[in-house]
């Protein structure tokens, strides 16, 4: 008969894969929302933005929750403050 292992190497490896899925997955994911919580919070009147159904558009009025982009001469857009993805600068800057 073998002897058990201790119940602390038993918890080991799930600690591991823990820490391995931190590292990798949340904490990346953590920065982003961190980062793009704070350009949303930086938005101001004349910004070119791009939303996340694809629409450009500059910004033309804001409150807490709302965004009217005008997307063309005389064009009027709402869309939710959340569903602003970029800038449009940072779809032409070039990746290094």
């Known amino acids: 008969m073998q002897p058990q292992p201790s119940p602390w190497l038993q918890?080991?490896?799930f600690i591991l894969v823990f820490g391995i899925f931190y590292f990798l997955i949340i904490r990346p994911q953590s920065?982003?929302?961190k980062t793009h919580e704070k350009f949303l919070n930086d938005?101001?009147?004349g910004d070119q933005v791009?939303?996340?159904?694809?629409i450009l558009g500059t910004i033309d009025?804001?409150?807490d929750h709302v965004v009217t982009l005008e997307v063309s001469d005389g064009v009027k857009v709402k869309v939710m403050?959340?569903?602003i993805a970029a800038s449009q600068a940072s779809l032409t800057e070039k990746k290094s």
């Not at 791009?50 to 694809?54: D, I, K, P």
């Open 50 to 54: 791009v939303t996340n159904g694809g």
């Open 43 to 45: 938005l101001k009147r």
């Open 31 to 33: 920065k982003r929302m």
């Open 61 to 63: 009025g804001m409150t």
């Open 11 to 13: 918890i080991v490896p």
């Open 81 to 83: 403050r959340r569903q």
